[in-house]
């Protein structure tokens, strides 16, 4: 009978747990601040508890806590930019205009060859490429491409090729067809001439 109440309770925590983790919103490791890091290993440590004890109540309890504590910096967050770079920290530059900045990967504690892997991941072969590169909060890498670099996009496509009609339609249109002369007299009726 005690096992079986052991098991409820801990799919119940489960359960509990689960949507607790919904209300804050789901993001894989990776994309995690660090306040989320630290409040999901909390609920984790928090959520097995109960099994081994018997306050069930005070684990829920706990653990909606730490969401609502979440939730209120993340909106506080939102409101206050000092509060964001505090917590959350800022995206710092890591290539600017093709020049790699040793200084940012080194407060970021990444190497080159880490840089050069997530470059790899993003289909980019070359430094002289990237007008600007930024790790992110989250870790992820953002960029910006040069000019010569970004891949033709349909709108643009589709301008080129409206350009390149036109081009040819005043060509043509400019063109003298040593014919027309002709076909136009023979069109003519004689009396006219």
Sequence with gaps: ???LGTIGKALFLIFAGILLLRIAGRKTISQMTLPETIIIISIGTIIVEPVAQESLLGTIL???TFIVALVVTEFLQMKLNRLETFISGKAMVVIQNGQIQTDALRKLRLTLDQLELRLRQQGIANF?????????PSRQLGYELTEDAKP???GEFKKLMQAYIKNEESKESSQINIFDEIIEKKSTPDSLK
């Excluded at 990237?130 to 992110?136: G, P, R």
């Design 128 to 136: 002289s490429d990237i007008k600007t590169a930024t790790i992110e």
């Design 1 to 3: 009978m005690v096992f």
């Design 62 to 64: 706990a653990s909606s």
């Design 152 to 154: 033709l996009t349909v």
